[in-house]
């Protein structure tokens, strides 16, 4: 079956505190690429990375990395240095087929 | 270049009405995608359409309908509506068929429906 999980429901920290958001996932698929999407309150699902299961380096991008890990099943991100305008619910998402498979999400907070 | 618009934003409605979602995707792409999100929960597939034909559905009822226009533009229908239909409906727009494998699906923010 194709699934994510992410079992962290909420993570609250303080602003400059790194964090990192778990996210294991399940596929019959030798291939898959996976995401990550940021949802602020606004609703609107942003974007933040595509990663394809035959590219196992790690990524980094300003304040945002991310952990592929295959053997674990595993593609978590971190933000360094969290800032408040990073709260929000963040996804982890597989592709099925043509469709975008979710997890449940973990809601940020970051406070000053 | 405008995003993905969907309109209206937020929606009343009463158990048992019909409602019409709308989505423009972004200029140039043919594929758009709904999707429901329940409170709480991540989004979940309802249906996608490229160049006017459905081409994946999930597990909804009939109650759900989709259409695609000549301008790539969709429209949602709910049908018979129930108050477990109460969530954020979000539209996705991708340049082609294979969203994931050649291009990314862009949301737009969503319509709340509320069903009372």
């Known amino acids: 079956a194709q699934k994510v999980t992410q079992a962290q429901t909420e993570i609250s920290v303080v602003e400059k505190e790194d964090v990192t958001l778990d996210c294991v996932y399940e596929?019959?698929?030798?291939?898959?690429?996976l995401f990550w999407y940021k949802q602020p309150p606004s609703g609107e699902l942003v974007f933040l990375i595509r990663?394809?299961?035959?590219?196992?380096q790690n990524e980094i991008s300003g304040r945002y990395s991310w952990n592929f890990q295959k053997s674990t099943s595993s593609f978590n991100f971190t933000i360094t240095a969290s800032q408040v305008v990073d709260s929000a619910v963040y996804f982890c998402?597989?592709?099925?087929?043509?469709?975008?498979?979710f997890g449940t999400g973990t809601r940020l907070q970051v406070f000053p | 270049d405008a995003g993905v618009t969907q309109s209206p934003t937020h929606l009343i409605k009463t158990r048992g009405q019909q409602v019409t979602l709308r989505c423009s995707p972004i200029?140039?792409?043919?594929?758009v995608s709904w999707y429901q999100q329940v409170l709480g929960q991540g989004p979940q597939f309802i249906f996608q359409?490229?160049?006017?034909?459905?081409?994946g559905r999930g597990n909804f009822p009939d109650r759900f309908s989709a259409r695609q226009f000549p301008n790539y533009s969709s429209e949602l229908n709910v049908n018979a509506l129930l108050l477990g239909d109460s969530a954020l409906y979000l539209c996705?727009?991708?340049?082609?068929?294979?969203?994931?494998?050649?291009?990314?699906?862009?949301f737009g923010q969503g319509t709340r429906l509320t069903v009372v």
């Open positions: 990663r394809n299961s035959f590219d196992e």
């Open positions: 596929t019959r698929d030798t291939t898959y690429y």
């Open positions: 998402a597989l592709i099925d087929t043509d469709k975008l498979i």
């Open positions: 359409y490229y160049e006017k034909e459905e081409r």
């Open positions: 996705a727009s991708s340049l082609g068929l294979k969203q994931g494998r050649n291009t990314e699906a862009f």
């Open positions: 200029s140039g792409h043919k594929s």
